[in-house]
T-cell receptor, first 116, second 118 residues
Framework: AQSVTQLGSHVSVSEGALVLLRCNYS??????LFWYVQYPNQGLQLLLK??????LVKGINGFEAEFKKSETSFHLTKPSAHMSDAAEYFC??????????????FGAGTRLAVHP | DTGVSQNPRHKITKRGQNVTFRCDPI?????LYWYRQTLGQGPEFLTY????????KSRLLSDRFSAERPKGSFSTLEIQRTEQGDSAMYLC????????????????FGPGTRLTVL
């Protein structure tokens, strides 16, 4: 079975500071991992994904994440926060592939606030 | 705009009423998913369609819920005899057929339908 734990339901940073959003996963198969961002009243947008290639994955808007198998982690980082990064972030793991499709299993989300 | 669209965006209903939501996926996507997101939680999987076939239903989908995807294009999600616990954001996502068995296939999400049951 697969599951995701996001540590910290709320994170607050200053503009220009490092952003670190934590995600730990559990998976019975080699994990495929995703980070999605959700702005108010909008759907989810894919930031980046790990699919067993490079362990350091670069995404959109300057975000990146590192897959660490030994720590079962996939933390999301950005060197310098911008006010427009304020949103809710979700980590997700892809279910074991069966029947030709995958469903996503999401963490509870982390709300990122950026203050001047 | 060629993304996933959902209608209505907001629905307020009284307990006991029936509601229906519509999802229009990206045109070439044959895979369609429904998720439910309650306040303070991540989306939870409800059901999956491949073309017109409904291949999986979550245990979250009680008998009051029914989803269809006639002709493999748009999909509808109906909730009968709504309860206050049904209040949530209902998200639809679609994805194209992967070139191979690829669990990394990206799902594209619509803006969601927010349901409030009074």
């Amino acid at each position: 079975a697969q599951s995701v734990t996001q540590l910290g339901s709320h994170v607050s940073v200053s503009e220009g500071a490092l952003v670190l959003l934590r995600c730990n996963y559990s998976s019975s198969v080699p994990p495929y991992l995703f980070w999605y961002v959700q702005y108010p009243n909008q759907g989810l947008q894919l930031l980046l994904k790990y699919t067993s290639a490079a362990t350091l994955v670069k995404g959109i808007n300057g975000f990146e994440a590192e897959f660490k198998k030994s720590e079962t982690s996939f933390h999301l980082t950005k060197p310098s926060a911008h006010m427009s990064d304020a949103a809710e972030y979700f980590c997700a793991v892809s279910s074991a592939f069966s029947g030709g499709y995958n469903k996503l299993i999401f963490g509870a989300g982390t709300r990122l606030a950026v203050h001047p | 705009d060629t993304g996933v669209s959902q209608n209505p965006r907001h629905k307020i209903t009284k307990r006991g009423q029936n509601v229906t939501f519509r999802c229009d996926p990206i045109s070439e996507h044959n895979r369609l998913y429904w998720y439910r997101q309650t306040l303070g939680q991540g989306p939870e999987f409800l059901t999956y369609f491949q073309n017109e076939a409904q291949l999986e239903k979550s245990r979250l989908l009680s008998d009051r819920f029914s989803a269809e995807r006639p002709k493999g294009s748009f999909s509808t999600l109906e909730i009968q005899r709504t309860e206050q616990g049904d209040s949530a954001m209902y998200l639809c996502a679609s994805s194209p057929p992967p070139p191979q068995r690829d669990r990394g296939n990206e799902q594209f999400f619509g803006p969601g339908t927010r349901l409030t049951v009074l």
